[in-house]
């Protein structure tokens, strides 16, 4: 068992080196320079200048990936750009709706689910069976984002 948790320890400690690194390149990759947009329409040089230097921006990409790294593991997300607010503090406020829309979805997933299920085991190879196949695959190839719109009360 314990063998088994060092084994499973060795895959995942590379896997999330290399998946941070991935994030960070994307946003490596975003267009523009973040000191300019924050400095806002005046792009005042020092302004943009402290920025960098806040930032790190004035720093090889390593040591920039460290100082995100270490951010990243402190619990650190950064500052939201366009509302000025912790990151970390945006997502508690919205976690718990979000929670609760999953917990919903689940339930209705399991019981329309389950419901076909069972019709589909007990009336095998019938009108009812085939009927919750159909439903069932209507199910999984509707585009969600589809699904969602169509959804939407019309007042």
């Known amino acids: 068992m314990l063998n088994y948790l060092v084994q499973r ?5 590379p896997t999330l080196f290399f998946v941070s690194i991935l994030i960070f390149g994307l946003q490596q990759l975003l267009p523009g320079d973040p000191a300019v947009i924050l400095a806002g329409e005046d792009r005042d040089p020092t302004v ?4 960098h230097q806040k930032l790190h921006l004035d720093e090889p990409l390593p040591v920039r990936y460290l100082y995100w790294a270490g951010g990243v593991l402190r619990g650190d997300l950064g500052e939201s750009q366009r509302i000025q607010k912790p990151v970390l503090e945006l ?8 929670l609760e829309l999953a917990l919903i979805a689940i ?11 069972i019709v589909s085991a007990v009336y095998k190879d019938s009108a009812w069976d085939y009927a ?8 999984l190839s509707t585009p969600n984002f589809w699904l969602g719109i ?5 007042i």
Do not use: C, D, Q
């Open 9 to 13: 320890l060795a895959t995942i400690v």
């Open 48 to 51: 943009v200048a402290h920025l």
């Open 91 to 98: 997502i508690m406020e919205k976690l718990p709706v979000t």
């Open 107 to 117: 339930v209705i997933a399991l019981s329309i689910g389950i419901t076909a299920g």
């Open 132 to 139: 919750a196949n159909v439903f069932a695959l209507w199910g």
């Open 150 to 154: 169509m959804l939407i009360p019309r």
